[in-house]
Nanobody, 128 residues
Framework: VQLVESGGASVQPGGSLRLSCAAS????????MAWFRQAPGKEREGIAS???????TYADSVKGRFTISTDNSRNTLYLQMDVLKPEDTGLYYC???????????????????????WGQGTQVTVSS
C-alpha cells in the first residue's frame, strides 16, 4: 500500500492550495480516507475525512475553508484549501483504511489511531 502526497508549498495568508494524495496497492474504491496535519511541537490533527459513501467530515478549524474530495476511481484524494491562515502551517498527511472504521470515526472523531495506511507528508507554509 502506498500513499503519496503532493502539492505542498509556501503561500501568503488568504491564498489557496490543492493537495493531492495518490493511492496504489490498495482497494481504495471503498476506503475511508482522511487528511491530517501536524504543526511543529503539536500533535497530529485530523482535519477532514471522506467515507466510502462520499460523506465528509471537517474539523472546526477548517470547516468552510477546506474541501476534501476524490476522483471517480478514488485513487486520488484531494484537499482544496482556501483562505489559508498562518495557523494552517504544518506537515499534511493523507491516511486510509477500510470502511469499517466509519462508525468509530463518527464516535471518536478523525483520530490517527484508526488509520493503518499513511503517506510521507507534504509541507504547507502560510506566511507573509
Amino acid at each position: 500500500v502506498q500513499l503519496v502526497e503532493s502539492g505542498g508549498a509556501s503561500v501568503q495568508p488568504g491564498g489557496s492550495l490543492r493537495l493531492s494524495c495518490a493511492a496504489s496497492g490498495y482497494s481504495s474504491s471503498r476506503a475511508t480516507m482522511a487528511w491530517f496535519r501536524q504543526a511543529p511541537g503539536k500533535e497530529r490533527e485530523g482535519i477532514a475525512s471522506i467515507d466510502s459513501d462520499g460523506s465528509t467530515t471537517y474539523a472546526d478549524s477548517v470547516k468552510g475553508r477546506f474541501t476534501i474530495s476524490t476522483d471517480n476511481s478514488r485513487n486520488t484524494l484531494y484537499l482544496q484549501m482556501d483562505v489559508l491562515k498562518p495557523e494552517d502551517t504544518g506537515l499534511y498527511y493523507c491516511a486510509a483504511d477500510n470502511p469499517l472504521i466509519g462508525p468509530a470515526m463518527k464516535t471518536l472523531g478523525i483520530i490517527s489511531r484508526l488509520f493503518s495506511y499513511w503517506g510521507q507528508g507534504t509541507q504547507v507554509t502560510v506566511s507573509s
